[in-house]
């Protein structure tokens, strides 16, 4: 079974450009584990690696289907798995780096996204809880939660997550060692608000102005979350710049805290110490895998 590293984390927490020091220390590639980044278009929104960065090392899985396009984590684990086996038969690394838990854990648990029975006691089960209970459910694992979408297609939603995420014919393709990057809470939240504004200043307003004009749905942009949602909130007069800023700012800080949630349940990981030398400890632990 051939070795796979997976860098994962909280928003805001360096994954991207720890990805990029890897994979130039081990001849690797990067396979995007990104539920936004793979739209074209969606640029200072969801934190992108910029040209530049591309550049100093290959990224897979960004900028490869247009805004209002369906994409699913099936979808997803398919084209993740073509990549990662591509960069593996030309004899070099893969890493396969990103935020979206679900999509890393697809493919690090070998997810069987196949057809199957439906799960009538499972069905039966979410047929009992209250719209409330089902966005709880599905916060708990780390999903947005689509502005305006059905009861119906929610219930549905939370089936799907669940059965995927639990699901008992798992069948592992490689041998995986996944780093966690999560900072202490009060050094994210400060990266968090620095980054923020930073996006902002360099016109992530803008951007979202610029998908609209394009053709981007109201409904593709909340389906998105965060950024997106807020942002087209506020061009659409819901919010002053003030309290658009303040209250993305807090739904990005709970946003982390989930995202440390699900990571807790994570397989073979490794909590990189953030407050040394991670960078280090993170090519030690590499080579250590590699070499065992």
Known sequence: MQK???????????????GIVLANEFNGEIVSCDSRQVFRGLDLGTGKVTKE?????????IDIINPNDYFSVSEYQKLAYNAIND???RGKRAFLV????????????????????????????INTLSKEQIEQELTALGLEIPEGISPRHL????????KGVSHKESEPLYEVMQLVLVYPRE?????????????????????VKRLKDEGAT????????????????????????EDYRAEL??????????????????????????TGDFTAEAIKLCKDFYNK
Request: contains cysteine; hydrophobic residues 35%.
């Open 187 to 207: 050094e994210l939240y400060k990266r968090i608000e620095e980054r923020l504004d930073r996006r902002l200043q360099m016109g992530m307003v803008e951007e």
């Open 155 to 162: 219930a549905r939603r939370l089936e799907k997550a669940i």
């Open 218 to 241: 109201e409904q593709f942009l909340e389906g998105l979350g965060l950024e997106y949602r807020y942002t087209n909130r506020y061009l659409n007069g819901l919010y002053s710049y």
């Open 249 to 274: 700012l807090k739904e990005i800080r709970h946003f982390a805290k989930r995202q440390i949630t699900w990571f807790k349940k994570e397989k073979n990981a490794v909590w990189l110490d953030m």
């Open 53 to 61: 960065e591309q550049e100093m090392a290959v990224h897979h899985l």
């Open 4 to 18: 796979l590293v997976s860098v994962v984390g909280t928003t805001a927490s360096g994954k991207s450009d720890l």
């Open 98 to 125: 990103g935020g979206t838990g679900l999509y890393s854990r697809a493919v690090c648990e070998g997810f069987n996204m196949g057809e199957e029975e439906v799960d009538e006691q499972l069905r039966a089960r």
């Open 87 to 89: 960069i593996l038969s």
